[in-house]
């Protein structure tokens, strides 16, 4: 099936210094998108990958699971492990999930974590009934552009999978279970107003982390999808601040380039 217009992944090779950003669940990159070209923009290295079954139609989630997801930004942590000398994983929703695993995983290779309204448990009664509604109904209704800014909208599904669903569910268990490893710097930023994600699972992972070096940012203007919201801005502002506090010389190789670039073609013209 050919990707949603909009919904591409999106990378972009700058310094030294790499980020990977990671998708919620039913999203895409576009949910990201313009905070990994902010990003670029002061001469990071991103990479934002398309989950497997994310970016086309619902029925295609039906057939992938927490581990496609994992492997994929696993993949793509593995990637920029290879080009640049420190990486940072970024995440929101599911995404700030699949972030915190790899941060419990891959320990000193990651130089710090940000998270906005990341996911630990799912919630409501429904949750309980997801192992036996999933095999009766295939999916329900979706849950994409929780947003408050008008006009803004997040390109995402219309349905839930459950089976998917389901398997998210594991995933949150598996990912409470490893927050204990996680000891690196991090930025947690979370929507005082949130549809899709309780509070409570902020609360929760700043409660079982092993970090030294935790920000707490509440985020007082947006609902869920805060990356398309009002406070946009201030995550991609905090977020480089927070790159560039532990990993000093981030961007500065790339800009030095783009100056050098535009000082020739100056001269030349």
């Known amino acids: 099936m050919p990707v949603l217009p909009g919904a591409e992944p999106f990378r972009h090779e700058g310094g ?17 998108r313009p905070w990994a070209e902010y990003l670029a923009e002061h001469g990071l290295t991103v990479a ?15 057939v992938t699971g927490w581990q496609d ?3 994929e930004v696993d993949r793509e942590l593995r990637a920029l492990r290879g080009s640049c000398s420190r ?28 998270l906005v309204n990341p996911l630990n448990k799912v919630q409501g009664l429904a949750a309980h009934a997801l192992p ?12 994409k552009s929780d947003i408050a800014k008008e006009g803004s909208e997040e390109i995402g599904y219309d349905r839930v999978p459950l089976h998917a ?9 598996v990912v409470d279970a490893e927050l204990p490893q996680v000891t690196q710097p991090l930025l947690l930023l979370h929507s005082l ?3 899709v994600v309780s509070p409570a699972d902020s609360a929760r992972v700043l409660g079982r982390v092993s970090s030294t070096d935790v920000t707490e940012i509440v985020l007082e203007q947006s609902y869920h999808v805060a990356t398309l919201d009002h406070d946009a801005d201030r995550i991609f502002e905090e977020s480089l601040s927070f790159v560039t506090r532990l990993a000093p010389g ?16 100056a001269a030349g013209g």
């Open 193 to 195: 107003q949130d549809h």
């Open 16 to 32: 030294e210094v790499g980020v990977l950003l990671c998708h919620g669940f039913t999203g895409s990159p576009q949910s990201l």
């Open 87 to 114: 990486v940072f994983v970024f995440g929101l929703s599911m995404g700030g999930a699949l972030a915190l695993r790899l941060a419990a995983r891959h320990g000193d290779e990651i130089s710090g974590v940000v």
């Open 48 to 62: 934002l990958p398309l989950l497997p079954g994310h970016g086309t139609r619902w029925e295609d989630m039906q």
């Open 132 to 143: 036996v509604l999933r095999h009766l109904v295939p999916s329900t209704k979706g849950i």
């Open 250 to 265: 981030a961007g500065k190789e790339a800009d030095a380039g783009q100056v050098g670039l535009q000082e020739g073609t």
């Open 69 to 71: 997801w994992y492997a």
């Open 165 to 173: 669903a389901h398997s998210m569910r594991r995933l949150c268990g």
